[in-house]
């Protein structure tokens, strides 16, 4: 009879009861074993193992040393789980039938006492986010787990469990059983929006080195590392009238479009540059606001033709236009350069670093672009020898963003509203360097019209998915680009 051990995280008594009374109830359960972090007494005869964390390597191995059943079973939280009706049953018929090295499900969480979905999304080869959600319920082939253990070099603190998953994915699959299994509260209520930066929030500075040597380690054994090896870029394509150009796309943003216009308009610099702004139909106002700016010879006002534009779209319609100058610089509609030497210090930075993208660094404001947590975003996590690796794991590179323009003109870029920057900083990143500069030359603005102030989880999941994807195809380009070197 297939059999399953259990591992769940132990505070208390009061704490676990609930979770081991769901599991004694099947029959499929073996042995249980209670992972506390505090020298604690068990109880029951239940066997507690100490342990530094939940996620460490050390846990890993001394899970894979105490299972003995076919399968282990990892519950991640210490709020009470209610299994569905036979889930495990249903969770290992599938794991055997698909011969996968792990599963997991969507579930139910309650969240300030209402019950509402919480689906996730499946795993892909691009999906090495450390904080990929599976969801708190992982159930382990117990001979995978034991061979991906077994292939774990290093003593992580905090990237142990993403370690383990990242062996394990490269010989099995993770599969995603899109029925919801499972029911568990769920404490951490804040908004999407709010959710968002805490992989670049400083205190957690040490756990992100960690996750990104466990990446690196993994994209080195699947055939995609990239080596700090770069082209050159010559700045030498093409005529253009003005040496660099503010791209910002807009639709209905009339609360912040002329603080976004005026932000330009300040810019010192020694070279002429211009300002273009997408006006993708706003009907609120917006384009109105525009229009006061166009006695302005700088400011070049265009409403495209198209109806299906995204971000993305009007970026292309930006750049494509023969005003465009040699670099093309990034401003969101909402958000402000945070003084007046701004586009002058992108352009330097092209030619002192020869990059053929550069990003800066901002800081988070609210409405009234007074900073609120966490400040100052510098993603200081990318290094030049090994920043294009690790922005496979993260999901974004930092802000403002700028463009040599002939190369972005050739690739062009993806017509979506969410993405698009984090797709060219891939593409640009796997032949090129991209510059760096770590003064805030950036104010984001954070206030409920944001695109991602408050997502619902299927909008999560669409957004997660889609980068997902753009990790999946840069994996195979630079597999191939490896192989053909």
């Known amino acids: 009879m297939i059999r399953i051990d259990c591992f769940l995280p132990f505070a208390s008594k009061e704490q676990i009861a609930p979770t081991l009374e769901q599991l004694t109830a099947s029959s499929l359960v073996g042995k249980i074993y209670l992972l506390a972090t505090e020298e604690t007494q068990g109880f029951g005869g239940y066997e507690v193992l100490h342990i530094d964390s939940l996620k460490s390597s050390a846990t890993m191995h001394m899970i894979a040393s105490k299972a003995t059943s076919d399968y282990i079973f990892v519950y991640q939280k210490y709020s009470p789980l209610q299994l569905g009706y036979f889930a495990l049953d249903r969770m290992v018929n599938l794991a055997e039938d698909s011969a ?31 904080d990929f959600d599976f969801g708190s319920v992982l159930l382990f082939c117990s001979k995978a787990f034991k061979e991906a253990v077994s292939a774990m070099t290093t003593n992580y603190a905090f990237a142990g469990l993403y370690d383990l998953r990242l062996k394990l994915s490269q010989k099995h699959d993770l599969v995603h059983i899109n029925e919801y299994l499972y029911s568990e509260i769920e404490t951490d209520s804040r908004k999407s929006g709010e959710k968002i930066f805490d992989y670049v929030d ?3 500075r040490s756990v992100q080195l ?20 770069f082209k050159d870029v010559a700045f030498e394509e093409g005529n253009f009238p003005v040496e660099a150009s503010v791209i910002i796309p807009v639709f209905n943003r009339v609360r912040t479009i002329e603080d976004a216009i005026q932000s330009v308009l300040k810019q010192q610099c020694k070279f002429d540059f211009n300002l273009i ?12 606001a525009i229009c006061k700016y166009e006695s ?3 400011v070049i006002h265009l409403i495209p033709e198209r109806f299906d534009l995204g971000i993305g779209g009007c970026w292309n319609v930006g750049v494509q236009d023969a005003r465009c100058g040699k670099f093309a610089v990034q401003l969101d509609s909402d958000d402000v350069y945070s003084g007046e030497t701004t586009l002058q210090t992108i352009v330097d930075a092209f030619y002192e670093q020869q990059c053929a993208m550069v990003v800066g660094t901002y800081r988070m404001t609210n409405f009234n672009m007074e900073t609120i947590p966490p400040g100052v975003i510098d993603h200081k996590e990318w290094t030049p020898d090994n920043g294009r690796n690790n922005a496979l794991r993260i999901n974004g590179l930092g802000a403002p963003r700028a463009f040599y323009t002939p190369m972005l003109r050739k690739i062009k870029v993806p017509n979506t509203s969410y993405g698009e920057d984090y797709a060219l900083g891939l593409y640009f990143s796997r032949e090129h360097r991209i510059g760096r500069i770590y003064d805030v030359l950036y104010l984001c603005r954070r206030w409920e019209d944001n695109s991602d102030a408050s997502l619902d989880i299927v ?27």
């Open 210 to 229: 960690e996750m990104e040597a466990a990446c690196t380690e993994h994209l080195k054994e699947v055939g995609a590392y990239l080596a700090p090896q």
């Open 296 to 298: 302005d010879p700088r």
């Open 202 to 204: 400083p205190k957690n």
């Open 277 to 288: 702004i997408i006006d993708n139909h706003s009907t609120d106002g917006t384009t109105e």
């Open 100 to 130: 996968a090295g792990m599963v997991y499900a969507d579930s139910f969480q309650v969240i300030d006492g209402v019950k509402k979905i919480h689906p996730v999304i499946a795993y892909q080869e691009g999906s090495l986010r450390d």
């Open 459 to 485: 909008k999560m999941n669409g957004h997660n998915t889609y980068k997902d994807r753009i990790r999946t195809w840069e994996l195979k380009a630079r597999k191939a680009l490896n192989k053909a070197i």
